[in-house]
């Protein structure tokens, strides 16, 4: 396109380029040239007749041209243009209105896509409990690094993270009770009697600690005996007769007696009787019979000789004296014996 020279006219109108034989340049019609020289009408409004004046054409624009390439798919400009010819403005006629140059973004997109980005994870919170163990913190980052636009993708991955924390102080733990222990009854509460009985219980289930609450409520309860369900101590009942002597000769024979823990037996949780249960004593006894003929190992214990040696004798070991552990008086041995033996007791505790 051809550019307007510094020195030349500025020229307004058609009819002004005419006076001035079409040497001028037309400011409003875009740059563009006089038309045609027009030396034979300068005079010409003055030469001919109303009448017969020529009709003014008004401009009107071309189509537009094509669009410039884009060196990219977006964030570029493209152009494109279009000449106000069709037809030119003639005869004084007016110029076309209107921009005869266009511009547009490249695909329609003035921004290219913009993709998400993280900054920074920001500080941990503070720990979700106050006191004990196995709480929880966070920490937050934020898809602001630039943040997505355009079509661009969002960040990937967690916008927080979390952990287990440890508050610095344990927590209290209040006390509760445990069961009630059992009744404690005076000897009035005996065979129905009246009196009151107690019972306690404590505060260790669990107990406090660390600054936790002591138990509400009593530590002890009393009520009268018919409401409580009294310990009942074991008591010792009558002794049993004597039990026949465990020898029939010798110095080491006993007997005893013995007797139950039921009058009364220990019932809800009362104590168990003191004491034995059996009475053991010795046997006054004669000294027992040795019979040498019978034994080639001579005499084993301390029997005066001649005394009668009863097969019924336990063995030393036994509590008997031990004349009978091998060969009786009369030459049989203890595996032929039929008399009953007694075996002593262990006392009870």
Request: proline share 7%; glycine share 14%.
């Amino acid at each position: 396109m051809e550019s307007v020279p510094e020195s030349a006219a500025k020229i307004s109108t058609a009819d002004e380029c005419c006076s001035q034989g079409g040497a001028g340049w037309a400011e409003r019609i875009s740059g563009k040239k006089c038309l045609d020289p027009c030396d034979r009408q300068v005079d010409l409004p003055a030469q001919v007749s109303p009448e017969k004046e020529i009709a003014q054409v008004h401009g009107q624009w071309g189509e537009w041209g094509e669009w410039s390439e884009c060196s990219a798919t977006c964030g570029e400009s493209m152009t494109r243009h279009r000449e106000c010819n069709s037809p030119r403005p003639e005869n004084g006629g007016d110029d076309c209105t209107g921009d005869y140059r266009e511009v547009a973004w490249c695909n329609n997109r003035r921004n290219c896509p913009i993709d998400g980005s993280w900054r920074s994870w920001g500080s941990w919170s503070t720990c979700s409990i106050t006191c004990g163990k196995a709480g929880t913190q966070y920490r937050y980052r934020s898809c602001t690094a630039p943040k997505p636009e355009y079509g661009g993708q969002d960040c990937k991955g967690n916008v927080n993270v979390q952990r287990e924390c440890n508050a610095p102080n344990r927590c209290p733990i209040d006390g509760g009770w445990g069961e009630w222990k059992e009744w404690h009854c005076p000897n009035e509460c005996r065979g129905g009697g009246e009196g009151v009985a107690w019972r306690i219980r404590y505060c260790s289930n669990p107990a406090p600690k660390y600054g936790g609450n002591n138990c509400e409520g009593d530590r002890m309860q009393t009520g009268p005996c018919a409401n409580a369900t009294c310990a009942v101590d074991g008591g010792w009942g009558e002794w049993s007769s004597w039990s026949g002597c465990s020898s029939s000769c010798g110095t080491n024979g006993f007997k005893q007696r013995r007797r139950e823990c039921d009058n009364p037996p220990p019932d809800f949780g009362g104590y168990p009787c003191h004491g034995a249960k059996t009475d053991p004593i010795s046997c006054d006894n004669i000294p027992c019979e040795y019979n040498p003929e019978n034994d080639s190992q001579g005499p084993r214990n301390t029997a005066v000789s001649g005394a009668p040696c009863d097969d019924e004798d336990f063995s030393s070991s036994e509590g008997g004296s031990g004349c009978g552990s091998a060969v009786s008086g009369d030459g049989s041995t203890d595996e032929d014996s039929s008399s009953e033996l007694v075996i002593p007791e262990y006392f009870d505790t």
